[in-house]
């Protein structure tokens, strides 16, 4: 290499070094632009993350869902689509809270020979250790940023046992660290919901699904393609359970109100694991 090239080879060096690197730009840089309105960890950048830290919003909530089979009308992510309305009101109603990326893959059965929903198309499993191994660097990722409490809730029966076993090993290891983590399994009760529907006039009559009214309703609030509404409309069987789901407005507006009975309850048992 001559001289002239080598000089230049070193300007160019010397000017690139002095350029920020993107990957691992300088953590106290100014937010550019103006924030949004969102609880959704995923949906923010890393600087609106952070100045929601530094603003007080130091509760996350770390939700569990599942991909797994539903029947005949909802979507495989079911658990994913129903958290992504509840979260959100619970968060809300918290105050000072985000919501962590829910956690798409959760135990559903063995994987060989496949058992329970591993049975069906579609469906991903984890094992027990696998998901739990998952939770608990996700919560130990959230506690290293600096949120001081960590609320954990499942949408799914199989991901009970991890988030309670999870909670209760990383309480016993962070006792001296100024960071709670509660696992609240009242969010998963169902009794409740169908009880409260019932007083409401809406009694069910199931017909051997792995599907309710209540589920139906919620998903149709998020999203109306999660539960093939037009499909079924035009089979002409828009209904559960022997409850009919049309007018679908009607029916979403019993969604709003599902999401904010279980995001009431669940914030009350909440505050009370954290002694607020």
Same mark, same amino acid.
């Given at each position: 290499? #001559? ?19 993107? &990957? ?56 994913? &689509?129903?958290? *992504? ?55 130990? #990722? ?6 001081? *409490?960590? &609320? ?17 090993? %990383? #309480? ?7 960071? @709670? ?11 409740? &919901?169908?009880?409260? %529907? ?29 539960? *093939? ?26 969604? @709003? ?20």
């Amino acid at each position: 290499m #001559s001289r002239i090239a080598l000089s230049l080879t070193l300007v160019l060096a010397g000017w690139l070094a002095a350029l920020p690197d993107p &990957v691992r730009p300088d953590p106290n840089s100014p937010r550019p632009i103006a924030t949004v309105d969102s609880v959704f960890i995923e949906d923010l950048t890393w600087m609106e993350i952070r100045d929601a830290l530094k603003a007080g919003k130091d509760t996350v909530i770390v939700a569990t869902g599942g991909v797994e089979q539903n029947g005949p009308y909802l979507v495989t992510g079911k658990h994913n &689509v129903v958290l *992504r309305g509840t979260t959100e009101a619970i968060a809300r109603k918290l105050g000072n809270t985000l919501v962590a990326p829910i956690v798409q893959f959760v135990p559903e059965g063995d994987i060989e020979p496949p058992s329970l929903h591993m049975l069906y198309p579609g469906t991903i499993s984890l094992s027990e250790q696998t998901f739990q191994a998952l939770l608990t660097d996700i919560c130990a #990722s959230l506690k290293a940023h600096g949120f001081r *409490r960590i &609320v954990l809730i499942g949408d799914s029966g199989g991901n009970q046992d991890g988030m309670k076993a999870v909670a209760a090993a %990383l #309480s016993a290891k962070w006792k001296s660290v100024p960071c @709670r983590i509660v696992f609240i399994p009242e969010y998963y009760q169902t009794a409740p &919901v169908t009880k409260w %529907l019932e007083t409401q006039g809406i009694k069910q009559t199931p017909e051997g699904l792995h599907d309710d009214f209540a589920m139906e309703a919620t998903m149709l609030a998020v999203d109306p393609k999660s539960v *093939r509404m037009k499909e079924r409309i035009a089979a002409g069987n828009f209904r559960i359970n022997g409850v009919e789901l049309a007018p679908a407005e009607k029916t979403i507006e019993w969604g @709003r109100k599902i999401i904010d009975f279980r995001a009431e309850s669940t914030v009350k048992e909440v505050r009370k694991a954290l002694g607020q």
